[in-house]
């Protein structure tokens, strides 16, 4: 599980870490070119979020402890 959620993790990093870099790039930005990236980032975060709770799903839940 844990090599999958880093994997996903890592995923939505890189695509969100592109999204501002092009965003933030030294250029005129289009028209609706950065509502087209905040729904980018959305796809990404959720996509993560599904990859993530499928995994979680899989494993038994153990209690933390607290140390």
Known sequence: MHD???ASFDDCLNRLTRLRAALTA???VRPGERRHAVEQAILAA???ATA???ALAEQP???????
């Open 52 to 54: 993530a709770s499928r």
């Open 61 to 67: 839940r153990v209690p933390e402890v607290m140390v």
């Open 46 to 48: 959720e996509h993560f």
């Open 4 to 6: 999958d959620v880093i």
């Open 26 to 28: 030294a250029r005129p």
